[in-house]
């Protein structure tokens, strides 16, 4: 008896044309930095799970600021700088479990802001403090 190869149906064709390109970036992802920040670029670093938010630093002077969060949870998050009157600075959306993603944002004026992770990409997130203080001069 000879055997014949398998032949796949429409949708287990699609399954494995949309999960290909997912192993690809899913492999491409970044590794988690640590925790002092990312050294190569001064970012602070941001550990995102479904249920923290840890920054490496919660301060920094005005000026152009890095972040770079890294999602160790199981759903997508975003991450949020907010101004002291509680507008969005600055946004990330759609990190993956797994994967890295870099913020940059210029920040004018010292003061209190928040931060927030929002596991699910729902609700008012995972708050913080971080203050900004003034640029320093020299």
Known sequence: MTSRPTRLTPPATL????????ALLTACAEKAPEAGGDAKSGAI???ATDDACK???????AGSIG??????GNKITEFYLFSPDNK??????GIGPGTSRSMT???????SYTTACKPGMVGEGIRGKFTVTAKRHG
């Open 15 to 22: 399954a494995l044309l949309a999960v290909g390109p997912l």
């Open 55 to 61: 920054l490496s630093r919660t301060s920094a002077p």
């Open 105 to 111: 944002v210029k920040v004018t004026k010292a003061g």
């Open 67 to 72: 972040f770079k969060i890294t999602n160790g």
């Open 88 to 93: 969005v600075v600055s946004e990330v959306e």
């Open 45 to 47: 670093t941001v550990q």
